[in-house]
T-cell receptor, first 107, second 111 residues
Framework: DAGVIQSPRHEVTEMGQEVTLRCKPI?????LFWYRQTMMRGLELLIY????????DSGMPEDRFSAKMPNASFSTLKIQPSEPRDSAVYFC?????FGSGTRLTVV | QKEVEQDPGPLSVPEGAIVSLNCTYS??????FMWYRQYSRKGPELLMY????GNKEDGRFTAQVDKSSKYISLFIRDSQPSDSATYLC???????????FGTGTRLKVLA
C-alpha cells in the first residue's frame, strides 16, 4: 500500500493565481480530510468527506477555497485566487493516515 | 481560549528518561482522543487512539485520559533519540469526525 499520495509536494505561485492540490486516499477508507498547518495556527481541519460526500466544511476559510471528491480515489483542494496568507502546508488524510503534505508558498 | 491547549515546548530530556506530554481541553463533549507524532517536514503519524477515560498501553507508549479533569497525557518510557519529534494531541466529540488538534509539543531526546 503506497499510503496517501499528495501532489505536488511543493508549489510556489504568484498571488492571484489558481492553485489545485491533489490527493489519492487509501483504497477502502471511507473518510477523507483536508488540513492546513501553519506555525501560528497549528493543524486546522478545513473539510472532510464521508463516502465522497462533504460532511463538514466549516473550517474552509472563505469562498476562495473549494474541495471536491469526484470518486473514492481522488480529491482536490482548490484556492482561487490565492493570497500570500494561504502559504502553509496542506495535508490530506485518509481516515487517520496522513499524506506527506503539499508545501504551498504564495508570493 | 482555545478548545485544546498544549505546551509547545521544546522539552529536552536525556536518553532513557520517561517523558510526559499533556493536553487540556475545554469541551466536555470530547470522547475520542488521539496522539500523533510528526517528524520535521513529514505528515503526522498516529501513535495512540483512546475512547473516553482510562489508560491504553502500546509498547513504550501509554495514553491516559482523565475526562473529569479534561486532561490527557502521553507517556514515553525509555525515550530514544529517534523519539525526537513534535507530538500532537487531537480529539473529537461523538457524532462528528471533526478533530481538533493541539498545537504540538516539540520533544528532544538527547543521546
Amino acid at each position: 500500500d503506497a499510503g496517501v499520495i499528495q501532489s505536488p509536494r511543493h508549489e510556489v505561485t504568484e498571488m492571484g493565481q489558481e492553485v489545485t492540490l491533489r490527493c489519492k486516499p487509501i483504497s477502502g477508507h471511507d473518510y477523507l480530510f483536508w488540513y492546513r498547518q501553519t506555525m501560528m495556527r497549528g493543524l486546522e481541519l478545513l473539510i472532510y468527506f464521508n463516502n465522497n460526500v462533504p460532511i463538514d466544511d466549516s473550517g474552509m476559510p472563505e469562498d476562495r477555497f473549494s474541495a471536491k471528491m469526484p470518486n473514492a480515489s481522488f480529491s482536490t483542494l482548490k484556492i482561487q485566487p490565492s493570497e500570500p496568507r494561504d502559504s502553509a502546508v496542506y495535508f490530506c488524510a485518509s481516515s487517520s493516515t496522513f499524506g506527506s503534505g503539499t508545501r504551498l508558498t504564495v508570493v | 481560549q482555545k478548545e485544546v491547549e498544549q505546551d509547545p515546548g521544546p522539552l529536552s530530556v536525556p536518553e532513557g528518561a520517561i517523558v510526559s506530554l499533556n493536553c487540556t481541553y475545554s469541551n466536555s463533549a470530547f470522547q475520542y482522543f488521539m496522539w500523533y507524532r510528526q517528524y520535521s517536514r513529514k505528515g503526522p503519524e498516529l501513535l495512540m487512539y483512546t475512547y473516553s477515560s482510562g489508560n491504553k498501553e502500546d509498547g513504550r507508549f501509554t495514553a491516559q485520559v482523565d475526562k473529569s479533569s479534561k486532561y490527557i497525557s502521553l507517556f514515553i518510557r525509555d525515550s530514544q533519540p529517534s523519539d525526537s519529534a513534535t507530538y500532537l494531541c487531537a480529539m473529537r466529540a461523538s457524532g462528528t469526525y471533526k478533530y481538533i488538534f493541539g498545537t504540538g509539543t516539540r520533544l528532544k531526546v538527547l543521546a
